[in-house]
């Protein structure tokens, strides 16, 4: 293999893939990053056999010239190494020339590294995944969707399925699901598919997080497709593979009440700031609860009360409360992480009591929902 390549589009797609290699491998050629050169241009691969990634560097972008491809090849190089290297070569363009023994020079300027490379026959197989079905959403909407569901996912791995997200695909719309037991965030977006394909996997959490550190903010389509045990996304120039996790995801419409005995709009900014206040206190203990009271007039009383520490209370006027009134107390983290999830200034929140799950919407839309359980405080 012999290349000369453009420095930047070099060091954005290996910090790409990186993302995908794992230190901890119990394959050692998965410490690398796997470099391809055809006359097409120039593919890097990453893989920690959960998640993969594909980066392709085309010869040219935009009328600039990215690639030069002397003599194809490919090469396996240490990932840590070659992405520091990468990252502070001194200028715009990089010589990288293997030979015997997959010894690899990389030139830059007056700067010359020789790396130990491996043999990239040895390397594993992506998977081949069958285009059948493919949907796409905007990339920018799918990074959205990401945010406002993956946070909520197990991280202990007593029950491993719930340390991923349901994705339910049924008549034109993408369903959401993520939960820990103790909370719960959805999101649907109606999607664009070419045929009534319908779903029901569950991707793991880390996954879902790593593509959307990749993932451009521009509303450019991301084709996604799933199989029995795969799922890929595809992007521009990018391929991100991620395995689904076995087992069936728990049936969570049940847990979300259709009916509710106090419900009140809060201005969700003022809100959120209320109870991260409201927290600070908390936070020493172990539990961080707030309480949360209704008082008359459409008032709201949030405290908190640490016994070492002392005691806080706040006022906070709703924009409207009807029903019962209310005294409950929950997890101050659960409740900022899913108001910080939430879209919109207004935010509507539905209790069915002091001991029932309540739920947090956004007014004016049913397309996306949080779940709280509350804490029992004695």
């Given amino acids: 293999m012999n290349i000369s390549i453009d420095r930047e589009a070099l060091a954005k797609s290996v910090q790409d893939v990186m993302k995908a290699v794992s230190t901890r491998t119990t394959i050692p050629i998965l410490t690398g990053i796997k470099l391809t050169a055809t006359a097409r241009g120039v593919t890097l691969t990453g893989s920690d056999s959960d998640i993969s990634i594909k980066s392709f560097i085309p010869l040219e972008k935009e009328g600039r010239l990215l690639v030069d491809v002397k003599r194809p090849g490919s090469i396996v190089l240490q990932a840590r190494f ?11 363009t990089v010589e990288i020339e293997t030979e015997d023994n997959f010894l690899t020079v990389i030139r830059s300027g007056h700067s010359e590294f020789r790396l130990n490379g491996l043999n990239a026959e040895e390397y594993p197989r992506l998977p081949q995944i069958e285009e059948e079905n493919v949907f796409q959403i905007p990339a920018d909407l799918l990074k959205t969707v990401i945010r406002q569901t993956v946070f909520a996912v197990s991280t202990s791995e007593t029950r491993p399925i719930l340390t991923g997200v349901n994705w339910k695909v049924e008549n034109g719309e993408l369903i959401c699901t993520a939960t820990d037991s103790h909370r719960l965030a959805m999101r649907k977006v109606k999607i664009e598919a070419e045929n009534a394909v319908s779903y029901n996997v569950v991707i793991p959490g880390k996954s879902l997080n790593e593509l959307s550190k990749i993932l451009d903010d521009g509303s450019a389509p991301v084709d996604i497709v799933i199989t029995a045990n795969q799922v890929l996304f ?13 087992g069936n995801y728990p049936e969570t419409a ?3 009440p259709s009916d509710s005995k106090t419900n009140m709009v809060v201005n969700a900014k003022e809100f959120l700031q209320a109870i991260d206040r409201a927290s600070l206190l908390a936070r020493e203990g172990r539990n961080n609860v707030v309480k949360l009271a209704t008082l008359p007039g459409g008032l709201l009383e949030i405290s ?6 002392g005691k806080v209370t706040e006022q906070l006027q709703t924009e409207s409360i009807e029903g019962e009134e209310l005294n409950i107390s929950f997890s101050a983290k659960y409740m900022m992480d899913a108001l910080r999830a939430l879209d919109g200034n207004d935010i509507q929140i539905s209790f069915t009591g002091a001991m029932r799950p309540f739920l947090l ?6 397309s996306m929902l949080q779940l709280i359980l509350p804490v029992r405080t004695y």
């Avoid at 919407?361 to 049913?366: G, M, Q, Y």
Wanted: aromatic residues 8%; charged residues 30%.
């Fill in 82 to 92: 070659f992405a520091e290297i990468v990252k502070k070569l001194p200028q715009q």
């Fill in 361 to 366: 919407r956004p007014l004016h839309t049913d």
């Fill in 254 to 256: 049940r847990l979300i």
């Fill in 304 to 309: 908190s009360i640490s016994p070492e520490i």
């Fill in 234 to 246: 595809k992007a521009e120039h990018l391929l991100f593979f991620s395995r689904l996790l076995d």
